[in-house]
């Protein structure tokens, strides 16, 4: 599998409010979002960034797709550096690379008909106006909504959420991008439609041969949509393999006090305590050592001196702890 | 013995497109010292029965009927100086945003003092010991009483909300979504907290959640609410393990399951009919693969189905055959 | 987490290009102070665009009786319906020519105002940095000119005509449209929907125009609509302190013709009351118009 997204060394801060002492001592804090990720992503695969809000995850997507710019590192897409693309290549990148958001109800202009929000990808990229409607019937069709005249003219307050979500896959599908990051893209959708944009999800995958990333804080959703798992913890990679293995045997504390705190819809559940301490209070990070130490049930006077590198433990498994 | 027993509720909402139905004769029981768990989707209603109950409701709203009998009093016959006594004090209340509830610029202990001194006519000396109790009860150290709000992290926040509202010693605590916003980690913690609260203090609590997963966790009971009906409720193993109406099967089958196999998962086509005309019929017979003709005729009653369950389809004698059925993804896709 | 249960408070006329419209006929049904405000313009709209029509004399004549004296202090609903001026000139006529001089120059200032501070607004609030700075700083010194002695010393600069108090308007009164439409702005960028357009490689220029813009012209209009009383207030205040344009009439003019000739201690009513009754009416129209879309906008201003 060559590979299409390559990130090293990624490192992405915000600046924070200062108190008075470090404005006086002329100290600029920063909260590190992004802290250090190493990451490839072959062509056609499907990568789940998984973790709690505050982890770095969403940062993370935007950095790949050249939405903010990195504080350190570097981003590689198909070869090329992104931190060196402008002009007529920046735009060849836009049109195949697409985000898809969280929120539907926000994502089309409340002015614009279905039409008017899938057209307007094609005309940006100038695509021949003649292509236009095949190209948005395709779309149309790949995210099931089929009945494409039904849909044109309406606007995106007369479309259920479902029907939005789909909407907004469709204009994210119609310049036929490669590389497509989807950040929680159901979350905000009622239960019974969101296995509907899962499988869309799924078998876009499968027929177009897309590489996706897929962010989410939702185990068992990125467990059925991605083939690979990427868990991520204040701003570092914990854990990167493929997901069934992620599962059935995690390697990180984290990756398995997540596993046994995803609920079930059933009653025979696990209720056992969670190997795991106290709660994250305001997600300080720790310089130095491994972040997860005062959660980790296991830590030990290395973890707090020396920061834990990935280390691959089976085929495309890795995780950062010394306990490997 | 119940708690609450909520008959034939039906609440109204006036919008500029007309009135919107959004409870629409929903019945159940609240048994004393369990949880029970009320399920559905955005609109179904769940929201506005919980207001209903506490009696906080947007001028909008009216209450068309039904009634809520608490203690044997019917709390809509209350003046709403009479419900505002029993606010907190007998029904306490943990809202969706509870955790933005506190205001930025005091101290978290200040203001639990405070609504102690005010609502509970404890003196401040005692308002101080109680809050500090409160805290140790759900897992907070007392110490971070004098933090302001937003030293604290979502699920301390939530935690704070809970010890607020169990403040007062309530009989009946209803929360609404406690922990969507949280998570996995720290979700699964509060509701352990608020579990072994509930058991050790036996209380009764209404969980309103759109989770079927957090209903499956920590209810005793669920209520599944479905365009402003209950549609099934029961015994939560039961309504879960052996569900009787489409609506939960498919409910249950929508989910991933982190260590379930690679099969597709089943979306119920279509979406909720429009309260401001419901049907006449079934409310849920436009996206029902097991739809008859007769359904649309009248709305199906809650009918006994098994264990103490009941279901208001009219199908549920063939449960057994529909959930074989319902288990398959073919069923569901539209043609 | 699922949007909440509670059904929307606007859910009448939609969101669609015209919706706007729809809604704000739909408002005027249940607002009857917009309405009373939208009749009000209507009336003086259509006197100011059949003035001559409606007008019985040339409003700047002086007029004679038969007997060649000059027609000064005619009585009301004699020949003349509304009298004469000590002068001798038709005051219903001068009412009717001001009510077209009001709304020329209430319109040209409002339309100047509206368009200044929305483009800054657009720009300031789309491009920030630098561009940003410099617009604010700009519009902080302009808000800090005191207006009325402003289009005064105008006047005596340029030639004294009623545009003065347009241009003084536009100079000094576009930073609130622009501040406003700029905050509005700056939310909009971070809606979900610009950072699509983004995303599909729209180009800045169409984000800001296709985009923002629309989402901010209804907000442009509630200031438009106050802007005309506005001037038509200061118009009328410049005439009346006697720097107005010379042979223009206006309402203020008249104020000022009455003023001078101590109609008020002489007790003609009808010469002084009608321009001030219609001055009040233009201007508190305005005020209602702006607010029943202030309305529709913010829903939330209800109950």
């Not at chain 2, 919008?15 to 919107?20: E, K, L, Q, S, W």
């Not at chain 2, 207001?51 to 009998?69: D, F, N």
């Amino acid at each position: 599998m060559a590979p299409l997204v390559v990130a090293s060394g990624l490192e992405k801060h915000f600046p924070v409010t200062r108190r008075l002492g470090e404005v006086l001592r002329g100290e600029r804090p920063v909260s590190r979002a992004v802290d250090g990720i190493d990451l490839t992503i072959g062509e056609g695969e499907t990568v789940g960034l998984l973790g709690e809000s505050g982890c770095g995850k969403t940062t993370t997507g935007r950095l790949l797709l050249k939405l903010t710019r990195p504080t350190a590192g570097t981003i590689r897409f198909d070869g090329g550096d992104l931190a060196d693309l402008a002009g007529a290549a920046l735009k060849r990148f836009r049109r195949e690379v697409q985000l898809v958001f969280q929120n539907p109800f926000d994502a089309i202009n409340p002015r614009f008909t279905v039409f008017r929000a899938l057209r307007e990808p094609l005309q940006n990229a100038g695509v021949p106006k003649e292509e236009h409607p095949e190209r948005m019937r395709v779309a149309m069709h790949r995210v099931r909504l089929p009945d494409v005249e039904g849909y044109y003219d309406r606007y995106p307050h007369q479309l259920s959420g479902g029907q939005l979500q789909r909407v907004v896959l469709a204009r994210a599908l119609v310049l036929e991008p490669r590389f497509i990051v989807a950040d929680e893209p159901v979350s905000m959708l009622d239960v019974s439609v969101r296995a509907g944009i899962l499988n869309v999800m799924r078998d876009v995958h499968a027929t177009m041969g897309l590489t996706a990333v897929y962010i989410s804080h939702d185990f068992a959703l990125v467990r059925y949509v991605c083939a690979r798992t990427v868990v991520m913890y204040l701003g570092k990679m914990v854990e990167d393999g493929p997901s069934a293995e992620v599962v059935a045997r995690p390697l990180h504390p984290y990756t398995r006090a997540l596993v046994q705190a995803v609920p079930v819809p059933r009653v025979d559940q696990s209720r056992e305590p969670l190997p795991i301490k106290g709660s994250l209070s305001a997600a300080q990070a720790q310089v130095g050592g491994c972040r997860f130490r005062d959660r980790c049930p296991y830590a030990f006077a290395r973890c707090a001196d020396e920061e834990p590198p990935m280390r691959e433990v089976a085929p495309g498994h890795r995780a950062a702890c010394h306990l490997l | 013995m119940s708690v609450l027993s909520v008959q034939d509720l039906e609440v109204y909402y006036k919008t500029d497109r007309g009135v919107a139905q959004a409870v629409r004769g929903a019945s159940f029981e609240v048994p004393e010292g369990q949880v029970v768990g009320v399920v559905g989707e955005s609109g179904c209603g769940k929201t506005t029965l919980a207001r209903a109950i506490i009696g906080v409701m947007p001028k909008t709203a009216r209450i068309a009927g039904g009634r809520l009998m608490f203690q044997g009093v019917d709390l809509l016959g209350l003046s709403p100086r009479e419900m505002a006594s029993r606010r907190w004090r007998d029904i306490a209340f943990i809202p969706q945003s509870a955790m933005n509830s506190l205001d930025p610029v005091y101290r978290v202990g200040t203001q639990m003092a405070e609504v102690l001194v005010e609502r509970g006519g404890m003196d401040k000396r005692a308002a101080r010991r109680r809050a500090a109790e409160l805290f140790d009860m759900v897992g907070l150290d007392p110490g971070r009483l004098r933090d302001f709000p937003h030293q604290y992290s979502g699920g301390m926040r939530q935690r704070a909300a809970i010890a607020l509202a169990l403040a007062l010693e309530p009989r009946l605590v209803i929360a609404d979504e406690p922990v969507t916003a949280l998570d996995v980690i720290i979700q699964r913690q509060v509701l352990d907290t608020f579990k072994e609260l509930q058991g050790r203090l036996g209380l009764s609590v209404i969980l309103i959640t759109h989770d079927i997963s957090v209903v499956a966790y920590a209810s005793d009971r669920v209520v599944v609410m479905y365009a402003g009906e209950v549609i099934e409720s029961g015994a939560t193993a039961e309504v879960l393990g052996r569900p009787f109406h489409p609506y939960t099967m498919g409910l249950c089958k929508a989910f991933p399951e982190l260590h379930g196999g690679g099969g597709t998962l089943v979306p119920i086509e279509g979406s909720p009919p429009d309260l401001i005309a419901p049907p006449e019929g079934c409310s849920f017979a436009d996206r029902c693969p097991f739809v008859e003709p007769e359904c649309r005729t009248a709305r199906p009653p809650l009918v006994d189905v098994a264990s103490g369950s009941l279901a208001a389809c009219r199908r549920t004698s063939e449960a057994e055959e529909l959930r074989v059925l319902a288990g398959e993804a073919g069923t569901w896709l539209r043609s | 987490m699922p949007v909440t249960a509670e059904p929307s408070a606007v859910r009448g006329g939609g969101r669609g290009r015209f919706a706007a419209v729809g809604r704000a006929f739909a408002l005027v049904r249940r607002d009857p102070f917009a309405t009373a405000g939208v009749l009000i313009y209507t009336v003086f709209l259509t006197i100011a665009i059949f003035a001559d029509q409606l007008a019985t004399h040339d409003p700047n004549q002086i007029l004679y009786r038969p007997n060649g004296r000059v027609a000064s202090n005619l009585p009301p609903f004699a020949q003349h319906i509304l009298g004469t001026t000590n002068l001798g000139r038709d005051i219903y006529s001068q009412l009717v020519y001001g009510a077209r001089s009001a709304l020329i120059v209430g319109i040209t200032a409002a339309f100047a105002v509206v368009m200044i501070g929305t483009l800054v607004g657009l720009v300031a609030g789309f491009f920030r940095g630098f561009v940003d700075m410099v617009m604010m700083r700009i519009a902080d010194v302009a808000l800090g000119i005191p207006f009325l002695p402003f289009v005064i010393v105008l006047s005596s600069f340029l030639e004294p005509s009623m545009w003065n108090v347009v241009i003084g308007m536009a100079l000094v009164v576009w930073p609130s449209t622009s501040r406003v439409i700029r905050s509005q702005v700056l939310s909009l960028r971070e809606r979900t929907f610009v950072e699509a357009a983004r995303v599909t490689g729209s180009s800045p220029f169409r984000i800001l125009f296709v985009h923002i813009a629309p989402n901010v012209l209804p907000l442009s209009f509630v200031y438009g609509s106050i802007a005309v009383g506005w001037a038509i207030l200061t118009e009328a205040s410049v005439s009346f302190l006697g720097f107005g344009g010379g042979d223009t009439v206006s309402w203020g003019s008249m104020l000022q013709n009455a003023y001078a000739s101590q109609a008020l201690s002489r007790g003609w009513y009808h010469w002084f009351v009608p321009p001030g009754v219609c001055i009040i009416l233009v201007v508190v129209a305005g005020f209602f118009v702006s607010r029943g879309f202030e309305e529709v906008l913010f829903p939330r201003l209800r109950d």
